[in-house]
């Protein structure tokens, strides 16, 4: 369901805008889709295995996708994560039926810096889609300028990225702190996307901020190196394993209060 409401607008597939339309409509009015390509989320429904204001929440931020040129403040930029990431977080504490809802705190901390470092390293690629989504208070800067970088302008973007990657790096070790709400079987899987995800970010800097000409990703060496990793954090930090670490709530202020979780 999530990819393919996220395809449906990045990728303009046949008329997306109505067939996002359908979608809100048929979930806000029939609690479930018609959409035969992703009619399975329906089970999921049915079963309360995941709420759907937070799927509703997600089509929010994919609408935001849609129309977005710039984005002015941190703030925005912040509520503009949780819909199309952390929205994502907490589906899967209900998914693996997590009873606890302190849980939800830490899941939509990791969506957050995950969408945070996607936003670090696709700032080409956006900027092609006639999208910036650093925001406006941080760097005043054109599509046109971050394809064509002056040098005045390679140093906006470089102290912008840093900004978003120190931001998501608050994020990610917040959310660390509630692992131990994970079932044992998923922990490892979800500690090993964490890890992976946050090399991306490390990859940046290392290369003196390669997101200005390119697409940074992780090779294959790369990815052994962070499985090796999570290995190592998962047997011998114990915090990974607990559940009784206190949330930083300074984290969520800028977030609106009206959110499903």
């Not at 912040?78 to 819909?83: A, T």
């Not at 946050?198 to 901020?209: D, F, N, P, S």
């Not at 090779?219 to 090796?228: D, E, N, V």
Request: with cysteine; aromatic share 10%; glycine share 4%.
């Amino acid at each position: 369901f999530c990819r393919y409401v996220d395809d449906l607008v990045d990728k303009k597939l046949d008329n997306y805008v109505s067939e996002l339309n359908s979608i809100e409509k048929n979930l806000k009015k029939n609690n479930k889709v018609l959409n035969f390509n992703i009619s399975s989320i329906n089970l999921l429904i049915e079963s309360k295995s995941i709420r759907i204001e937070n799927l509703l929440e997600l089509i929010l931020g994919i609408r935001k996708d849609m129309n977005i040129k710039i984005i002015k403040t941190k703030k925005e930029l912040l509520n503009y994560c949780y819909l199309v990431a952390g929205t994502v977080g907490v589906m899967l504490c209900d998914l693996f039926e997590i009873k606890s809802k302190k849980s939800y705190k830490f899941a939509v901390d990791l969506g957050i810096a995950m969408q945070l470092t996607n936003i670090a390293r696709d700032i080409l690629e956006d900027s092609r889609l006639d999208r910036v989504y650093i925001p406006k208070e941080w760097i005043d800067i054109s599509c046109n300028k971050i394809q064509q970088p002056s040098n005045k302008s390679r140093k906006k973007i470089k102290h912008a990225t840093k900004k978003l990657l120190e931001l998501s790096e608050k994020y990610y070790k917040s959310c660390l702190k509630g692992f131990g709400y994970l079932p044992a079987r998923t922990r490892f899987a979800i500690l090993l996307a964490l890890i992976t995800y946050r090399e991306i970010g490390i990859k940046i800097v290392k290369h003196k901020y390669s997101n200005i000409y390119k697409r940074e990703s992780i090779s294959t060496i790369g990815k052994i190196k962070c499985f090796l990793k999570c290995i190592i954090i998962f047997i011998f930090n114990k915090n990974i394993h607990k559940k009784n670490l206190v949330h930083n709530s300074k984290l969520h202020e800028d977030l609106d209060n009206k959110y499903a979780f």
